[in-house]
């Protein structure tokens, strides 16, 4: 499920709720010229449970949500393969 939910100055954030199907812990990028911990993530939309999102979970080592929970997160930005047409996500964790 994606809602869009206003914030502060009037900009908007996604936010997607779903099941977590799989998650790799421990995981270091650099993101922005800086190294940053992140959790690689799939959840299954709430709403289709057919549609599944790739996501980054940024800042986090681990996620203490076990696999088959809901889990919510806010999307940061989408990223495109231009090649396999595949979008991933950088989110945060709403806790």
């Known amino acids: 499920m994606s809602e869009r939910i206003p914030r502060e100055g009037g900009q908007w954030t996604v936010k997607r709720t779903g099941r977590l199907l799989a998650k790799e812990s421990g995981l270091r990028a650099s993101i922005g010229g800086e190294e940053r911990p992140y959790v690689r993530c799939v959840i299954a ?22 696999i088959g929970e809901l889990i919510t997160l806010e999307v940061i930005r989408a990223i495109t393969d231009r090649r ?12």
């Open 45 to 66: 939309d709430l709403n289709d449970p057919t549609r599944h999102f790739e996501c980054r979970v940024l800042d986090e080592n681990d996620l203490p949500v076990a």
């Open 84 to 95: 396999s047409g595949q979008v991933r996500f950088d989110c945060r964790w709403v806790r």
